[in-house]
């Protein structure tokens, strides 16, 4: 207090001046701007959520599009897992065979049966999709081994894996038979397709001879269960099991 009495008068208001400045430099520096750097991030952060609004609200808009669409697919992968047989075994082919053979006015006198291979695993599918987001080159290639043909593949694990065998029949019958026959084919409830077909004229029976080999899928896993399927009315025994026939009499 000594001091300040000591100074002079123009002395006290230089100090005054210089105290208010401090004053308001630190105001400015600690008030204003630290306000105004929060109000800066307040404001950029109101803009991002402003556009995360009219998004929702966009999206909320088109809900029920979405839920439309959603549950379409639902529907669709549905439909498309009910047409992909859940099992895949020899005895369960010949059946279908015989179904053909009935359906087609056909005669079947041979049937061979194809490797069963792993065509589809949902599991490796999404190792190397998550592999590859992660930018990594690890080879997942899944090995597809055969099945046991004489073996039911059936589901093991959560994950779903598909296969594909192939099945090939020589056949006899009318040309109008051949067309039933690609028809049932064709809109079977399980999915199937013709890989190829071959047809000759046999001027002894006046039919046509050929094969036809047929393309299987299957898909197994998840809460897929194995299809029941009887051989309730199957006729056992048959007097010429090889199927001949009397020559014309000339």
């Given at each position: 207090?000594e001091?300040?009495?000591?100074?002079?008068?123009?002395?006290?208001?230089?100090?005054?001046?210089?105290?208010i400045?401090?004053?308001?430099?630190?105001?400015?520096?600690?008030?204003?701007?630290?306000?105004?750097?929060?109000?800066?991030?307040?404001?950029?952060?109101?803009l991002?959520?402003?556009?995360?609004?009219?998004?929702?609200?966009?999206?909320?808009?088109?809900?029920?599009?979405?839920?439309?669409?959603?549950?379409?697919?639902?529907?669709?992968?549905?439909?498309?897992?009910?047409?992909?047989?859940?099992?895949?075994?020899?005895?369960?082919?010949?059946?279908?065979?015989t179904?053909?053979?009935?359906?087609?006015?056909?005669?079947?006198?041979?049937?061979?049966?194809?490797?069963?291979?792993?065509?589809?695993?949902?599991?490796?599918?999404?190792?190397?999709?998550?592999?590859?987001?992660?930018?990594t080159?690890?080879?997942?290639?899944?090995?597809?081994?055969?099945?046991?043909?004489?073996?039911?593949?059936t589901?093991?694990?959560?994950?779903?894996?598909?296969?594909?065998s192939?099945?090939?029949i020589?056949?006899?019958?009318?040309?109008?038979?051949?067309?039933?026959?690609?028809?049932?084919i064709?809109?079977?409830?399980?999915?199937?397709?013709?890989?190829?077909?071959?047809?000759?004229?046999?001027?002894?029976?006046?039919?046509?001879?050929?094969?036809?080999?047929?393309?299987?899928?299957?898909?197994?896993?998840?809460?897929?269960?194995?299809?029941?399927?009887?051989?309730?009315g199957?006729?056992l025994?048959?007097?010429n099991?090889?199927?001949?026939?009397?020559?014309?009499?000339?």
């Amino acid at each position: 207090m000594e001091v300040i009495r000591k100074l002079s008068e123009r002395e006290k208001n230089l100090l005054f001046i210089l105290l208010i400045f401090i004053i308001l430099f630190f105001s400015y520096q600690f008030g204003y701007v630290k306000l105004t750097e929060k109000t800066d991030a307040l404001s950029s952060e109101n803009l991002e959520l402003n556009v995360k609004l009219n998004d929702l609200k966009q999206k909320d808009v088109a809900r029920e599009k979405y839920m439309e669409e959603t549950n379409k697919m639902i529907a669709d992968t549905q439909n498309m897992f009910n047409h992909l047989a859940a099992s895949m075994t020899q005895d369960k082919n010949t059946i279908f065979v015989t179904k053909l053979e009935k359906e087609a006015g056909m005669i079947v006198s041979a049937i061979s049966f194809g490797n069963i291979n792993e065509i589809y695993d949902s599991k490796e599918m999404a190792n190397s999709t998550n592999q590859t987001a992660n930018g990594t080159s690890k080879d997942t290639s899944s090995d597809t081994s055969n099945v046991e043909n004489t073996a039911d593949v059936t589901a093991e694990g959560n994950g779903l894996k598909g296969y594909q065998s192939s099945i090939t029949i020589n056949y006899q019958t009318n040309y109008g038979g051949l067309k039933k026959a690609i028809d049932f084919i064709n809109n079977y409830h399980e999915k199937m397709r013709i890989q190829s077909i071959t047809a000759a004229f046999d001027s002894t029976t006046g039919n046509l001879t050929g094969t036809i080999t047929i393309d299987l899928f299957m898909l197994s896993g998840g809460d897929r269960e194995t299809e029941p399927f009887d051989i309730n009315g199957i006729e056992l025994g048959t007097d010429n099991i090889f199927g001949t026939f009397e020559l014309p009499v000339e």
